[in-house]
């Protein structure tokens, strides 16, 4: 283990706003809205059509293909429309729309205790699998698949991820607050499918509660240790906490499996427990709802599809005297920005931050050029030359940018945004040079297909 | 002694200078390209923005192309009647130009008629919202006036005002640069002649329209009742108008109920 990894930054983490209030169950009343893509793969395909009834735990939308996940529904009512609608990223995509009667009636058979010491690990993936789990950390990844390496006897390190480095978030320390003993079945179920691997539980130090409740839920435990991990964002990343967990470096281009490790969000593993010993898919996740515009934050267990406006209602709305600048999905390092409330929560959504002034605007007024002081060299966690990268996306050489300077292995955490003293949107260029040269090749690829 | 040194310099010398200049010669020679003198001619004649509108790689490329009689002497669209008079002189051929065409951006969804989903504070570039699939105004097929054509305007010719872009027909030369840029796919080159346009491309049906934009094109097919000359299609819920066909008598326009096609 080491004591942390290379670069990183201390932003405010605002986590005073919402790190004392427990968890909440959320019940919304207005039509629920999911999409059909809500994770990393080939969109599920709907299964419901337009008149039909639904209820809570029912499978409304079927994974196509393996790497893809099933949409569950978590309300009970009619489907009113499959149809394009606005969803949280800006563009519009195709959406099962549920007009929910408030009765939340259940599937057969949905929350029956299961004895899960019996199942074999086929069919404690196979439940995964159905349950339609993804990463919750974030990204999306269909969790069956990550947890389905080439070689199973290689995986030497199954870390949960519970550092929770996003400023404003603090949904997951509450969640290790109250449920640590699911989540430490989880990691149980978990490293069954792997039997030479052992349990690592990374908190940041900053959650003191969640560190304390998480080592006495796994006292009893001789294959699973908690990390205490020094604060620094972005401790959370995967890449991160296996550089300080596991102790080893790896390239982008390479997946943590190849490296022996195995990381799930520690929301992810509670709903990897809920699915196979509480045959409960997973429709409802931690969430956070903070920032300075709203009367009264909280973490709240929020049923996916619900809509942020009901969520900011249920936290007693938007301070009066406050104008509401920016809507945040997730935290302001690495979520990204809502045009208007009149969206719904999907599977990844782990928080809505609510600002009541726009720092991204505050900053474009006071660009200035490069001022080649190196500072984002020496916080990006991947080890990049950001001005460098900059200037190459700039100048749109992406043949530099890939080759030369791997820029590919920039993984967006913000960090260069955050402490560039010219307020250069970095990230931002980043993101759109990436997105370029993927554009780039599926070109190539298409071309060499068609000939 | 002396003497002999100067001999043996000079005769060195001499002989240097005549495997040289042999040499020379026999390269010159060997290596000799015939240069149509018509072509440099035209070459100093064309604009040299490299611009690439002719459909040719650059100037230098259109100029050969014109001196080998493979391109017609106004196929600068850049430079337009003038160099083709000139070329032509040098030629010796007919001035006759390809009707100048213009940029032509086919949205009208400034602020007034449509709302932005929120306020974008970035990189000023189309293509860095576009490529995510995204949209500034509710509308996904409209102008997202971040200005990526304005920024490869070679001659000022288009500006984003009000959230919309706005070609000066004027300046207009009609490289094309700017429909390169338009990640959109908005800015189509039509003829400048051709007054009758459609000035939208959303391809959603009517009442999705409706609700992002109030100048978009409903796809009613009320236009193409009006048309006595099948000038005006409606496809993918959006109105064409064929240029080949159309007789600019404008009751299209006059019919259309969002007033989404122009007779300018």
Redesign the interface.
């Known amino acids: 283990m080491r004591d942390t990894f290379r670069g990183g930054v201390h932003p405010n983490d605002q986590k005073r706003l919402a790190r004392e209030v427990p968890l909440r169950s959320f019940d919304p009343k207005g039509e629920m809205v999911f999409p059909v893509a809500q994770h990393i793969g080939k969109p599920a395909k709907a299964i419901v059509k337009k008149g039909d009834a639904v209820q809570v735990g029912q499978i409304i939308a079927q994974a196509d293909g393996f790497v893809s996940a099933n949409i569950i529904c978590s309300c009970s009512g009619t489907v009113k429309a499959v149809e394009k609608r606005r969803i949280i990223s800006g563009a519009m995509a195709e959406c099962i729309v549920v007009d929910n009667d408030g009765l939340f009636t259940p599937i057969e058979g949905l929350g029956q205790e299961e004895d899960a010491s019996s199942l074999s690990n086929d069919e404690i993936l196979n439940r995964i699998q159905a349950a339609g789990i993804v990463g919750l950390g974030g990204a999306g990844f269909p969790t069956h698949v990550k947890l389905k390496p080439r070689d199973p006897e290689a995986i030497r390190y199954v870390i949960a991820n519970g550092a929770e480095c996003e400023p404003y978030l603090t949904c997951n320390d509450q969640l290790m607050r109250e449920e640590p003993k699911a989540i430490v079945d989880g990691i149980k179920l978990v490293l069954r499918l792997f039997p030479n691997a052992r349990g690592y539980i990374g908190i940041e130090d900053n959650k003191p509660e969640a560190i304390t409740a998480m080592k006495s839920a796994c006292a009893g435990e001789d294959k699973i240790d908690v990390v205490v991990l020094r604060t620094k964002y972005p401790q959370g990343g995967e890449h991160n906490l296996i550089t300080v967990i596991a102790g080893v470096d790896y390239p982008v281009a390479k997946l943590p499996a190849d490296v022996g490790c195995i990381v799930d969000n520690v929301g992810t593993l509670y709903a990897i427990e809920r699915a196979v010993a509480h045959n409960e898919p997973l429709f409802r996740h931690v969430l956070t709802v903070s920032g300075d515009a709203v009367k009264k934050p909280g973490n709240f267990i929020v049923r996916d599809g619900t809509s942020f406006e009901e969520l900011v209602e249920a936290c007693g709305g938007l301070k009066d005297n406050v104008d509401l600048k920016k809507a945040l999905s997730g935290g302001p390092m690495m979520g990204f920005a809502v045009g208007s409330l009149k969206v719904n929560v999907q599977k990844t959504t782990n928080g809505i931050t609510l600002l009541g002034s726009d720092p991204a605007e505050k900053a474009q007024a006071q660009m200035t050029a490069c001022l080649h002081c190196g500072r984002c060299t020496t916080v990006c966690p991947a080890g990049l030359l950001p001005q460098l990268l900059a200037e190459a996306a700039e100048a749109k050489d992406y043949e530099r940018y890939e080759k030369k300077l791997y820029g590919l292995e920039c993984v967006a955490c913000g960090s260069c945004t955050y402490i560039c003293p010219a307020k250069r949107p970095l990230t931002q260029t980043f993101k759109q040079a990436k997105a370029e040269i993927t554009a780039i090749k599926r070109a190539a690829v298409a071309q060499a297909g068609g000939k | 002694m002396n003497g002999n040194i100067i001999l043996i310099t000079t005769v060195v010398i001499t002989l240097i200078g005549a495997i040289v200049g042999i040499g020379l010669v026999w390269t010159g020679k060997k290596f000799h390209v015939d240069v149509d003198e018509r072509e440099t001619a035209v070459r100093e004649c064309l604009p040299g923005n490299n611009c690439g509108a002719c459909g040719f790689a650059g100037c230098d490329a259109l100029a050969a192309a014109i001196a080998k009689g493979e391109a017609p002497a106004g196929s600068c669209p850049v430079g337009g009647k003038p160099v083709a008079e000139m070329i032509a002189a040098i030629m010796g051929t007919d001035a006759e130009m390809a009707e100048r065409k213009v940029a032509f951006v086919r949205c009208k969804g400034s602020c007034g008629v449509t709302k ?4 974008y ?3 000023m ?1 189309c ?2 919202v576009a ?5 500034i105004t509710d509308c ?1 097929f409209g102008c997202l006036g971040l200005g990526s054509c304005v920024s490869v305007c070679p001659n000022d010719a288009i500006h984003v005002v009000d959230g919309v872009a706005v070609v000066n027909e004027r300046k207009c030369v009609g490289c094309g640069l700017c429909a390169k840029a338009c990640p959109k796919g908005l800015i189509e080159l039509v003829p400048e002649s051709r007054r009758v346009r459609v000035q939208c491309s959303n391809r959603d049906r009517g009442p ?1 329209v409706k609700a992002v934009c109030s100048a978009g094109c409903i796809g009613c097919m009320l236009c193409t009742r009006q048309c006595e000359f099948e000038a005006i299609t409606v496809t993918n819920n959006l109105a064409h108008v064929n240029y080949a066909n159309c007789t600019l008598c404008g009751k299209c326009a006059e019919k259309c109920p969002v007033k989404v096609i122009t007779a300018l």
């Open positions: 932005n989903q929120g306020n504070v970035g990189v570039d293509r860095s490529l995510n699939g995204l949209s996904d999705q």
